[in-house]
Structure formats: C-alpha cells, structure tokens
C-alpha cells in the first residue's frame, strides 16, 4: 500500500523481514511431515515450513510494489523447501539463517514459540546490522511504513500470533518507533484488515 514511498534499499530490506514474519510462527515439517508424523523413514535434513496462503499472496503484493517480478521472487523464497540444492539456499537468506538457528536446538523444541521468538530475534538483528554496514540512511517516515506494512502481512492469516507480536515489537525497538506509534499502527491496520475481510464476505455472498 505505502512502500512506494521507501527508497529502493529500504524496500530490499523489508522484503527481507516480511518474509521473516511470514515463517516466523509457521509450523515446521520434516521431509513434508509434522513433528506428530514423524518415522524412522523421515529425512530430518528437509527442513520446511507449512506455506500459509494468505501470507504468500501478500508477500507477491509486496514484491510487485518494490517493483520485482512476483512469481520470479516467490518462487525464489520457495525453491529451497522443495530441494535441498545449494542453489536454493543461495535463493533465500533469510529461510538459510532462520534454519540454520533451528537446527541447534533439538528438534522436539523447534516448534516451541519461545524458541521461534529467540531465532527469529537473532535473525531480525542480523538484518538490522546491515543498516550500518550498508550504511542505509531512513527516512522518518520509512521505519513506520515498514511496521504498518508488517501488521498487514501478520494479520492476513486472520490473528497476530504471540512469535509475530514479539517480533514485531523487537522490530520497533530496533529501528525505535515509539511505543504509541506501535499501537496507533496496529490499530489502523486491524481497521483496514477488518474492512477488507468484511468486503470479501460480501463479494462472495
């Protein structure tokens, strides 16, 4: 909706920490099956999460706004989870660091949101440390952008889940958006959730 008003750089950035959220909280598989489907068979080295669609079809909106070829991007976010090719892992930095940090806690915790919040923090900070050594300089309007834009991605499932809300909030502090910001936002995009799942029911009556 609002990131044509985020410099290209920026908009690199978000893309990057939208698709964060998105897996954030999604349920993990192995091998294409559940922690509760899990046989001696399962290859426990193909790791993926459970795509929610919602959140995809936001995400294409979001690379068609930052002017990149939708299917092009998301099919790059997703190639690593149907191989295990390096050439998918060099598609998708964020999916190979949040991975990565899963893969040292055992595997009976990995759905656990307490330690989906811890990972996703660490990845979130990385993130943000390529602000200055990229030296990217925002805009005061930017980081807001950013956070509203967030809200939507998180609500598109229906609720922002307790991992989402942490991040989110981690996300505010690091790039210091203060606290009424937060709340103001989130209240203008509930509305706008709101609105819009209100005019789908009554296009499909």
């Known amino acids: 909706m609002f990131l044509h008003l985020l410099s290209d750089d920026c908009q690199d ?23 509760a489907e899990l046989t001696g068979d399962t290859n ?21 706004e930052c002017g990149k070829d939708a299917d092009e991007w998301i099919g790059g976010l997703f190639v690593e989870r149907m ?5 998918g892992e060099e598609m998708d930095e964020v999916w190979v660091a949040f991975k990565k940090k899963l893969k040292s806690i055992p595997l009976g915790k990995q759905n656990d949101p307490e330690e989906r919040i811890a990972v996703s923090f660490s990845v979130l900070e990385k993130l943000h440390a390529t602000v200055e050594e990229d030296e990217i300089e925002f805009l005061p ?8 834009e967030l809200f939507l991605l998180a609500l598109a499932d229906g609720d922002i889940s307790s991992v989402e809300d942490a991040l989110l ?13 937060y709340d103001d936002l989130l209240e203008r995009a509930q509305g706008m ?13």
């Open 169 to 181: 909030r981690k996300f505010a502090d690091l790039f210091q958006i203060e606290e009424f910001l």
């Open 44 to 64: 426990l080295q193909k790791v993926a999460v459970k795509e929610v669609e919602q959140e995809k079809a936001v995400l294409a909106q979001f690379a068609r």
């Open 13 to 35: 950035l978000f893309l990057k920490i939208a698709h964060l959220v998105s897996i954030s909280d999604n349920t993990l598989l192995w091998d294409g099956k559940t922690e």
């Open 141 to 148: 309007a930017e980081p807001k952008v950013m956070l509203y």
């Open 83 to 87: 191989s295990i090719a390096a050439f």
């Open 193 to 205: 959730n709101h609105e819009a799942v209100k005019a789908l029911s009554i296009i499909l009556e």
